[in-house]
């Protein structure tokens, strides 16, 4: 339902583009969000969207680098991240949800979840 595209490995200060594609079942959903993972550590909120607006949501450590996007036409959200820090390394995921909540930053309140996608920022 959910698929996540475009990791890979990059040096500090580069810039990666992560793709969000969403099946028809998703179509729809109030907000979207990014999430990450870094070995040993908890999932943690990135950026959220609200579907169809405009509205943004960014976590402190990626305000000002990372820009959250949609494209309602292509049902797809898209995650910009420039000037990449070695902690910004982690499996990616997003995820979409139906609860009127903003912002949407608890994982326990989305949906639906789609395979993560590994950055890896080398020092």
């Known amino acids: 339902q959910l698929q996540a595209s475009g990791g890979g490995l990059v040096q500090t200060g580069g810039s990666l583009t992560l793709s969000c594609a969403a099946s028809?079942?998703?179509?729809?959903?109030?907000?979207r969000g990014w999430f990450r993972q870094a070995p040993g550590k908890e999932r943690e909120f990135v950026g959220a969207?609200?579907?169809?607006?405009?509205?943004?949501y960014y976590a402190d450590s990626v305000k000002g680098r990372f820009t959250v996007t949609g494209d309602n036409a292509k049902n797809t959200m898209f995650l910009q991240m420039n000037n990449l820090k070695p902690e910004d390394t982690a499996v990616y995921y997003c995820?979409?949800?139906?609860?009127?909540?903003?912002?949407?930053?608890?994982?326990?309140?989305?949906?639906?979840w789609g395979r993560g996608t590994l950055v890896t920022v080398s020092s």
């Open positions: 995820a979409t949800t139906d609860l009127y909540s903003w912002p949407p930053i608890d994982a326990g309140k989305y949906d639906y």
């Open positions: 969207l609200m579907w169809g607006g405009h509205s943004t």
């Open positions: 028809r079942r998703t179509f729809g959903s109030y907000a």
